[in-house]
């Protein structure tokens, strides 16, 4: 049974950082790609980052780049998501995912329907 659990979500202000952790079992192997997304009140879910785990490659939506940064840690099953400068449009839960589907691949990592598992989610609540 693979699971995911994320955690380090919390309140923080605009401008300031978390970090989001992604711990991931029961996997054979690992999975192709893992991601964050996010979905607030009232909003459609948005793919934030992605990593490809064979090589560390990294995409993100524009709405993140350059605040937010994906890492994998595979000695540990983990997946992070460093968030910098924090706004408050970045509030959201904010979940993981894993996907060991063929047809990912680094232009569509993105799109939450590719992935297979998800977790429960962490809150990120940014105040201004």
């Known amino acids: 049974q693979v699971q995911l659990v994320e955690s380090g979500g919390g309140s923080v202000q605009a401008g300031g950082s978390l970090r989001l952790s992604c711990a991931a079992s029961g996997y054979t192997g690992r999975p192709r790609y893992m991601g964050w997304f996010r979905q607030a009140p009232g909003k459609e879910r948005e793919g934030v980052a992605s990593i490809y785990t064979g090589d560390g490659r990294t995409s993100y939506a524009d709405s993140v780049k350059g605040r937010f940064t994906i890492s994998q840690d595979n000695a540990k099953n983990t997946v992070y998501l460093q968030m910098s400068s924090l706004k408050p449009e970045d509030t959201a839960m904010y979940y993981c995912?894993?996907?060991?589907?063929?047809?990912?691949?680094?232009?569509?990592?993105?799109?939450?329907?590719?992935?297979?598992?998800w977790g429960q989610g962490t809150q990120v609540t940014v105040s201004s």
């Open positions: 995912a894993a996907s060991n589907s063929p047809l990912t691949s680094s232009t569509r990592s993105l799109q939450g329907y590719l992935y297979n598992y």
